[in-house]
């Protein structure tokens, strides 16, 4: 078991990934090597320039899944290495090659040529990447909020346990549009994007959508 100190040593690499990686992506289709094919489930692939949040809702509602962690690229290759996931953190290699077709839109083929998915990216401007930890040492939960002026991602949870995930849409207010919880979503929720920006590293910081609680900025 990875304790809470190194995977939040992961998330403090310098190591950054190229810039056109950055974005929101949505995913269009996946075809994998056994011949079945998804075009429906809904994907959020939030990407800063260290950490990622993805989301991955299907149509029924059922078997959703997401993580959320450091990205590493080398090369074409893309690593997602998450800390947290729902309904749990798996032991197999997260990695794909990359292709690029234009700026917006990419390939991405498995390493071990198991599928092949197609993405395109909102329009969304700089996304901004923050890890934090639970300011009570005790629980180990750890979180990511990656946000941009319309899109932000918020993830939680310890590493041991399913997280929670949360997509939002800014128009007024933010506004929940997708979840691991079975929960309702429409409920506005207030954060600016200028306050992120000017959290420092150790900064302890109240979340609207995590009342109740103090989180740690780790950077």
Avoid at 28 to 39: E, K
Avoid at 42 to 48: E, G, K, N
Wanted: charged content about 25%; hydrophobic content about 35%; aromatic content about 10%.
């Amino acid at each position: 078991i990875v304790s809470t100190q190194v995977l939040m040593e992961r998330g403090t690499e310098t190591h950054m990934v190229p810039p056109r990686y950055e974005g929101l992506w949505r995913r269009t289709s996946i075809v994998r090597s056994n011949g079945s094919s998804d075009l429906t489930t809904q994907v959020w692939w939030f990407q800063s320039s260290r950490y990622h949040i993805d989301l991955r809702v299907p149509v029924d509602g059922l078997a959703i899944n997401g993580f959320a962690g450091v990205t590493r690229v080398e090369g074409d290759r893309c690593e997602w290495r998450p800390s947290i996931a729902f309904p749990g953190l798996s032991r197999d290699n997260d990695a794909g090659f990359m292709h690029f077709h234009d700026a917006d839109h990419l390939q991405e083929t498995g390493v071990d040529d198991s599928y092949q998915e197609e993405w395109y990216r909102e329009p969304t401007g700089t996304m901004h990447g923050v890890p934090l930890q639970d300011a009570d040492a005790d629980n180990e939960a750890l979180g990511y909020i990656i946000v941009s002026q319309q899109w932000m991602a918020w993830a939680c949870g310890r590493p041991s346990e399913p997280c929670e995930i949360v997509i939002y849409r800014r128009h007024q207010e933010w506004k929940a549009i997708a979840s691991t919880k079975d929960v309702p979503v429409e409920t506005p929720m207030r954060l600016r994007l200028e306050e992120v920006l000017e959290w420092k590293p150790n900064q302890l910081v109240h979340l609207p959508m995590a009342p109740g609680r103090q989180w740690r900025v780790v950077l």
